[in-house]
């Protein structure tokens, strides 16, 4: 896939300000300072995209990009630190819970994951609560740049390691540098499939051919969690989810 144009649509404070549903979504998340806007100006082709800040917790509002003009790009506020009073950060910690929960034209999350870092406990419990919401997502492991790559492939086997019995299937997981523009092709294709895959759902279908049971019908592919079914017979990912953040 290539990007031939980026406009920026509107930054929405919750969901009810949120653009019309007319067109597919894509959203990135993170922790603050994950690299979040470096990668998604990389993802881009283009430097201002997102305003890269050296302030922690920068984006405090949704933001919506119309990309080739088919389809958004969707820019979350990260969890964690933020500049702000508890009442603003609970505020659009909201509306990032209500944003990922309810849009029905989000086709797939895109979770950032500081590679240089062990495993940190909020990116795992934001790992169990996509999971438990069976919504469609994915792993990033972003600036593997930096450090050694033995020590990068040291804390993705970590993480994997600690995710992996809450899944039947291990979540799609893709290394990704601003810097280097690695995983850049991977990361457009996951999205210019799943394009493809609607478009090809929306066509019409013979009425030659009978429709099948309910049963037995596949399910939409944007609509799966690409990034593994969560274990149904293992209740912990549940039950470690810490209740007073509102996701």
């Known amino acids: 896939m290539n990007i031939s144009s980026a406009i920026f649509d509107?930054?929405?404070?919750?969901?009810?300000?949120?653009?019309?549903?007319?067109?597919?979504?894509?959203?990135?998340?993170?922790?603050?300072?994950?690299?979040?806007?470096?990668?998604?100006?990389?993802?881009?082709?283009?430097?201002?995209?997102?305003?890269?800040?050296?302030?922690?917790?920068?984006?405090?509002?949704?933001?919506?990009?119309?990309?080739?003009?088919?389809?958004?790009?969707?820019?979350?506020?990260?969890?964690?630190?933020?500049?702000?009073?508890?009442?603003?950060?609970?505020?659009?910690?909201?509306?990032?819970?209500?944003?990922?929960?309810?849009?029905?034209?989000?086709?797939?999350?895109?979770?950032?994951?500081?590679?240089?870092?062990?495993?940190?406990?909020?990116?795992?419990?934001?790992?169990?609560?996509?999971a438990s919401h069976a919504r469609p997502f994915v792993l990033v492991f972003t600036k593997t740049d930096r450090g050694t790559p033995e020590a990068a492939e040291a804390n993705i086997a970590a993480f994997t390691a600690r995710i992996a019995g809450w899944f039947e299937q291990l979540p799609e997981i893709f290394r990704c540098s601003a810097t280097t523009a690695q995983g850049r092709g991977e990361l457009l294709g996951v999205i210019g499939a799943t394009l493809g895959a609607i478009l090809k759902e929306a066509e019409p279908t013979s009425a030659s051919v009978a429709p099948l049971p309910p049963e037995e019908v596949e399910p939409s592919f944007s609509m799966k969690v690409r990034a593994g079914i969560l274990r149904e017979e293992n209740p912990r990912a549940k039950k470690n989810l810490k209740v007073a953040r509102p996701w």
Request: overall charge neutral.
């Open 10 to 130: 509107c930054s929405a404070p919750d969901l009810d300000s949120c653009p019309d549903e007319s067109l597919p979504e894509f959203a990135f998340i993170g922790r603050s300072n994950v690299g979040k806007s470096s990668l998604l100006n990389m993802l881009a082709g283009r430097g201002i995209l997102a305003r890269v800040s050296t302030t922690p917790g920068f984006t405090k509002l949704i933001n919506f990009f119309t990309m080739n003009k088919t389809w958004r790009l969707v820019d979350l506020p990260g969890y964690g630190y933020a500049e702000g009073s508890r009442k603003h950060i609970s505020q659009f910690n909201r509306a990032v819970a209500n944003y990922i929960r309810h849009r029905p034209n989000l086709c797939c999350v895109f979770l950032l994951i500081d590679s240089g870092l062990e495993p940190q406990t909020m990116d795992l419990e934001f790992v169990q609560w996509l």
